[in-house]
């Protein structure tokens, strides 16, 4: 009577075919992730690594948790320091404005 993979007659075989299946597909799932993220911020040299090395996913994790959220931290600090430059400018050219017309 068969029950399955881990069934009393399948023995070590069926446990390390089970094991093997619930791995690719852990592996499936977080590289396509990976890979969807990478290709959607246009990120080349990350698509190839983690179409290439096979980490068990850990990469693939590391990149959607911490790595592709860096470069967006990043545009966001660069946008505020553009914002904020700008802002330092307009209140330079009010104050030489105001000093301008108390010399006049």
């Given at each position: ?35 969807w993220i990478a290709a959607k911020k ?63």
């Open positions: 009577m068969e029950l399955g993979l881990l069934s009393a007659g399948a023995g070590i075989g069926g446990f390390v075919s089970l094991i093997t299946i619930v791995g690719l597909a852990w592996t499936i799932a977080w590289t396509g992730w990976a890979l246009d990120s080349k040299k990350w698509f190839i690594a983690l179409l290439v090395l096979n980490t068990l996913g850990i990469l693939e994790i590391l990149y959607i948790f911490i790595f592709s959220k860096w470069s967006r931290r990043k545009k966001m600090k660069e946008a505020e320091q553009v914002v904020s430059d700008e802002v330092i400018k307009e209140e330079v050219k009010a104050e030489q404005a105001e000093q301008e017309e108390k010399q006049n």
